[in-house]
């Protein structure tokens, strides 16, 4: 059974830096692509980075040059670098993985 639990989320200045991480168990972590979404109030979840099994990555446009996501195979976690944070990355952070999602962390971006 796929078991995702996020972490890390908060409140942070506009500026500040953040990084998210998700705990993996019941599958095998370095088998999959792993991905962050993100769900602010009133708008659709939606996409903001993969990583594959091999690595590679893509971001949404709205974070390139910002998030990092990454991954530890060894240790069953994706994590997400998330800098020069603004108000409108304020959301619920969710790590995603072959049809299962984790609860979510809330991130709030605020002075």
């Known amino acids: 059974q796929v078991q995702l639990v996020e972490s890390g989320g908060g409140l942070v200045q506009p500026g500040g830096s953040l990084r998210l991480s998700c705990a993996a168990s019941?599958?095998?972590?370095?088998?999959?692509?792993m991905a962050w979404h993100r769900q602010a109030p009133g708008k659709q979840r939606e996409m903001v980075a993969v990583?594959?099994?091999?690595?590679?990555?893509n971001y949404a446009d709205s974070v390139k040059g910002r998030f990092t996501i990454s991954r530890d195979n060894a240790k069953n976690t994706l994590y997400l670098q998330m800098n020069s944070l603004k108000p409108e990355d304020t959301a619920v952070y969710y790590c995603?993985?072959?049809?299962?999602w984790g609860q979510g962390t809330q991130v709030t971006v605020s002075s």
């Open positions: 995603y993985t072959s049809n299962s």
């Open positions: 019941g599958f095998t972590f370095s088998l999959l692509s």
């Open positions: 990583i594959t099994s091999l690595g590679d990555t």
